[in-house]
Antibody
Framework: EVQLVESGGGLAQPGGSLRLSCVVSGFTFRSYAMCWVRQAPGKGLEWVSGISGSGSGTNYADSVKGRFTISRDSFKNTLSLQMNSLRAEDTAVYYC??????????????WGQGTLVTVSS | QSALTQPPSASGSPGQSVTISCTGTSSDVGGYNYVSWYQHHPGKAPKLMIYEVTKRPSGVPDRFSGSKSGNTASLTVSGLQAEDEADYYCSSYAGSNVVFGGGTKLTVL
């Protein structure tokens, strides 16, 4: 059974940092691209960042470029998102999702339940 | 990276059909056959319902179907059932990233 379990969310101050993790099981982690998608309160889904199966290719939404860093550890079956210089508008539930392909991110067939990030003073 | 345009709400009675549209541009929906649809019940993980415009993952009822014409994709739910009530999001590959729609809340009357 495929499982994706996010953690690391919580309350952060504007300008602060948080590190999200997503531990996966049930599939060969290194064979698939992964991504982070967020949902702000009352808003729709927003793609945040993606990483290829090898970890060599990464992409970011303009809204987080230069502030967030995506990475993966195939030994620990873990996807991470380092979030720096946090802003109030980063407040959202963050989901990790599995792509159906090794490099391109066109379709996400499994998702976690999400972890809530709140940025507030 | 503008969001795709979806109607905020849609509704239908049990047994009826409803279609949700998703409008983008030639840089996303119109440029690639990589439109997906996700069903999202609040507090749960989103679920893939349609991928590559028309394909259904294993386990998704054939009441769900997808199509595309130009820059607009559509999701049709036939034979509406109470459990279909949820938020539905479209997404499209856009070259080096993915763009989502704003979501449509489907209500089964």
């Amino acid at each position: 059974e495929v499982q994706l379990v996010e953690s690391g969310g919580g309350l952060a101050q504007p300008g602060g940092s948080l590190r999200l993790s997503c531990v996966v099981s049930g599939f060969t982690f290194r064979s698939y691209a992964m991504c982070w998608v967020r949902q702000a309160p009352g808003k729709g889904l927003e793609w945040v960042s993606g990483i290829s199966g090898s970890g060599s290719g990464t992409n970011y939404a303009d809204s987080v470029k230069g502030r967030f860093t995506i990475s993966r550890d195939s030994f620990k079956n873990t996807l991470s998102l380092q979030m720096n210089s946090l802003r109030a508008e980063d407040t959202a539930v963050y989901y990790c999702a599995k792509s159906t392909a090794f490099t391109v991110m066109t379709t996400f067939d499994y998702w976690g339940q999400g972890t809530l990030v709140t940025v507030s003073s | 990276q503008s969001a795709l345009t979806q109607p905020p709400s849609a509704s239908g009675s049990p047994g009826q059909s409803v279609t949700i549209s998703c409008t983008g541009t030639s840089s996303d929906v119109g440029g690639y056959n990589y439109v997906s649809w996700y069903q999202h019940h609040p507090g749960k993980a989103p679920k893939l319902m349609i991928y590559e415009v028309t394909k259904r993952p294993s386990g998704v009822p054939d009441r769900f179907s997808g199509s595309k014409s130009g820059n607009t994709a559509s999701l049709t739910v036939s034979g509406l059932q109470a459990e279909d009530e949820a938020d539905y999001y479209c997404s499209s590959y856009a070259g080096s990233n993915v763009v989502f729609g704003g979501g449509t809340k489907l209500t089964v009357l």
